[in-house]
Each structure stands twice: as C-alpha cells, then as structure tokens.
C-alpha cells in the first residue's frame, strides 16, 4: 500500500495510458489524476456521455488531450480489441500503461440460486474481456520501454464470501491471471503486470453491495489513487506479478 505516495507533478509525462471504465467511480478518477500528472489517457467505456463529461474535465484542467474509445466489454469481441490496437498503434504507437478498471459486481445472492446468464456477464466483464484486450495489446505495450498493467482485484479475489458469487471467482481468476503472465514476461524486463485492490471506495458499486453503509465512512476515489499513481509510474519498475493494496487493512 502506497496511499502516502507523492509523485513528482510530472510523473507520468508522454505516458500513453488506457483506463477502462473511465466515466465513473474509480476508473474516471484514475483517469483525471493520471492526466493531471502529464499522461496522455485513452478513456474506454460503455457511456460515451460520461465518457465526454470525463474528457471535458481533463480538457478544462489543462491536461494533454485525451482519446475516447466506447466500448462495451459485455458484447466485445476479439475483433474490437485488434481494432482498438490497430487505432492505438495509428495514433501512438505504443501503449505505456493498462488499468484494467472496469467491473460489473452482478448480484450478491445465494450460490444455489444464482442465474447462470448474470454469471456469464460478470465473468465476461471483469476477466474475459480484460484478457483477450491484453492480448491485442501485448505488441503495444512491448513498445514501450517501461509499461505497466495494473488489473483490479478485491479482498473477495483473494479471500471468498459467502453470496459473493462470480464477482469474487471473477476477481480470484484476475489473481491467476496476472501471475501467469507477469512470469511469461518477467525476462522483457521492460514490462509489468500486478494486481491492485482499491478496498472500500465511495462509488456507486460499493454503494451497491452495501446499501446500509454510510458513504462518507469511507474514503472518495481521489484518495486512494496514490498506490495508482506509483504502480503507473517508474517508482514500481522492479515489481512484477505482485497484489497491491490501495489502502491500509481496516484497524
Ligand atoms: P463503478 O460501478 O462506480 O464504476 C465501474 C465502471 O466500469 C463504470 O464506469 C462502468 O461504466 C464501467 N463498466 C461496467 N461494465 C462495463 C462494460 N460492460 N463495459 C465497459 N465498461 C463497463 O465501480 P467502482 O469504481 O467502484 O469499481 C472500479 C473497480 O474497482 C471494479 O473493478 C471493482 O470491481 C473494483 N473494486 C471496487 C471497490 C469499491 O469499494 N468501490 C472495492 C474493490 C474492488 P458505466 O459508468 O457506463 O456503468
């Protein structure tokens, strides 16, 4: 956990970096904050309105000009993500950093009555979608001379709960994944691959999973986006196949 991080102002300066689910909750965070340390972002996800209000902000702060890419990653195929590539490689050339952010929390129900189709969903969401998009990316992110893949976890990845359903066996497959391929790229040595739990955030998923909760008993998506910034920037390069945690473990 790096939540007392302070980056240098330009830390992520003629950085190239893909956010999805960028027009809400943690993803739209990220993406103003990698901005406003210098990043060029790419701004993907399924409503192009909060894509366009998340664009206009970076705008209006004096960020470098950011791209849109709609996306819904329910439908997408591996046609779109060639494509997204193919226009990625066209306009940059490379790709310097992937935040996997994106995710779809389902329903938290009894495993016995869990519909198979809303399963299918947020496994296709939160593990298959980000997988195959890695791999269109690959050959972008190994022309980048540092890159960073930063996939989001949860406590749930790492430790099951009851009625947490495919949403914590989504988030424990991200935990496999990234092992896997931060071992097949370890040798590159110019690119990395970890998993990240933001913990308790005030969105609208957490919101969501805990109706009861008071929202402002916890932390907004600004404040945990140091270990973000750390993991996106040069100060992770050693780091490879490794969890993070974006906040400290609850007292
Ligand atoms: P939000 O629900 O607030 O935001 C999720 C984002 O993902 C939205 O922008 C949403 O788009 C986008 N998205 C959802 N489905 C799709 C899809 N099919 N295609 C493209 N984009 C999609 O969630 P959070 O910001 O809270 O969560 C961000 C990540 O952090 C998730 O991976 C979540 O699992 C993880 N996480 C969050 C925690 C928390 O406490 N908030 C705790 C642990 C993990 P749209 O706005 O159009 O719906």
């Not at 689910?21 to 399924?46: K, S």
């Not at 890159?147 to 949860?154: C, G, K, R």
Request: charged share 20%; aromatic share 8%; proline share 7%.
């Amino acid at each position: 956990c790096k939540i007392d991080y302070q980056p240098p102002a330009d830390l992520l300066k003629e950085r190239v970096i893909l956010v999805t689910g960028a027009g809400d909750g943690i993803g739209r965070a990220a993406a103003r904050t990698f901005a406003q340390h210098g990043a060029t972002v790419v701004l993907l996800g399924r409503t192009i309105s909060k894509l366009e209000a998340v664009y206009d902000e970076i705008e209006a702060a004096g960020g470098p000009q950011p791209a849109i890419f709609p996306l819904n990653l329910e439908g997408a195929v591996l046609k779109d993500y060639h494509d997204m590539a193919e226009t990625l490689d066209k306009e940059f050339g490379r790709l310097d950093g992937l935040l996997h952010n994106a995710g779809l929390l389902g329903r938290l129900t009894p495993f016995e009555q869990y519909n198979p189709e809303l399963w299918d969903q947020v496994m296709q969401v939160n593990i298959n979608g980000p997988i195959w998009m890695t791999q269109a990316l690959l050959p972008l992110l190994k022309a980048s001379a540092d890159a960073s893949v930063v996939f989001t976890s949860s406590s749930v990845g790492r430790k099951g709960r009851a009625y947490w359903g495919a949403y914590a066996v989504s988030k424990f497959a991200t935990e496999g994944f990234v092992q896997v391929l931060a071992d097949e790229v370890e040798h590159l040595g110019t690119l990395r691959i970890n998993s990240l739990n933001p913990g308790a955030t005030r969105t609208a998923m957490r919101k969501s999973a805990y109706p009861g909760e008071d929202p402002m008993s916890l932390r907004p998506p600004e404040a945990i986006l140091p270990t973000y910034l750390w993991l996106m920037g040069p100060d992770s390069r050693a780091h490879n196949g490794e969890m993070f945690d974006a906040q400290p473990p609850k007292a």
